[in-house]
């Protein structure tokens, strides 16, 4: 497992400690950004996207 791998497995662990809820399309987009594969601008542009589809969906 590499570092961000790692990283991501605690963060996920902290959040659910915390009683909430990640969901594999936002671990997806984090990713993505922290192997540089999208800009900060397209991170933040993808997450209010994902934002208002869980809005949505409710």
Same mark, same amino acid.
């Given at each position: 497992? %590499?570092? &961000?791998?790692? /990283?991501?497995?605690?963060? @996920?662990? *902290?959040? $659910?400690?915390?009683?909430?809820? !990640?969901? =594999?399309?936002? %671990?997806? &987009?984090?990713? /993505?950004?922290?192997?540089? @594969?999208? *800009?900060? $601008?397209?991170?933040?542009?993808? !997450?209010? =996207?994902?934002?208002?589809?869980?809005?949505?969906?409710?």
């Amino acid at each position: 497992m %590499d570092n &961000i791998e790692k /990283a991501m497995k605690q963060a @996920k662990v *902290s959040i $659910e400690a915390e009683g909430l809820k !990640v969901f =594999e399309k936002y %671990d997806e &987009i984090v990713e /993505a950004r922290l192997l540089n @594969k999208i *800009s900060e $601008e397209e991170y933040k542009q993808l !997450v209010m =996207e994902a934002i208002r589809s869980d809005k949505d969906e409710r």
